[in-house]
């Protein structure tokens, strides 16, 4: 069995994921609970962090309870505080370990296969359409890198230096 493309996936991941890791360690604490496109700057991270979890969950799999209710996860609500920087360090940590689980369980021969546990997981949310192997792995890395996109102006903004 052949990992190639999805190693070339996975190196993608692992470059968002560092520059996600950079940015929590960089970004100024006046900045971290501040809002920035819609959310505190902390949320648009922990809510991507939260979708490696959410994507790469197959059946049977339990999520994990993260360092608030689902709903944050999902951007349906903000707590009054902010988690600390450490707190999201770590919690990156384990949701990285469960995007590493789902890509190691992965041939190159499952790409467009369905991912039933995304599908069923967002049929649960309204969305009715499949979604393939291929697609989550795409995503794994777009979405950290477009969230980190929010959190980077916010840097810049303040006349900091983004880490991309």
């Known amino acids: 069995m052949s990992q190639s493309i999805i190693a070339g996936q996975r190196a993608a991941f692992e470059q ?32 991507a962090l939260n979708s490696c979890q959410f994507w790469g969950l197959q059946d049977g799999e339990t999520p994990e309870q993260g360092l608030y209710p689902h709903e944050v996860g999902r951007l349906q609500t903000t707590p009054d505080a902010a988690p600390s920087k450490k707190a999201v360090l770590e919690y990156a940590a384990r949701m990285k370990a469960k995007a590493d689980a789902y890509l190691d369980g992965l041939q190159d021969t499952d790409l467009p296969d369905i991912n039933q546990g995304l599908t069923a997981r967002m049929k649960a949310l309204g969305i009715a359409r499949e979604f393939s192997h291929s697609q989550t792995l795409v995503m794994l890395s777009g979405h950290i890198l477009y969230h980190l996109g929010s959190c980077d102006a916010a840097l810049r903004e303040h006349g900091l230096k983004g880490v991309f």
């Open 16 to 47: 968002a994921y560092g520059l996600l890791v950079q940015f929590i360690e960089v970004c100024p604490e006046d900045i971290w609970a501040k809002k920035f496109g819609g959310w505190p700057v902390w949320q648009h991270l922990y809510h």
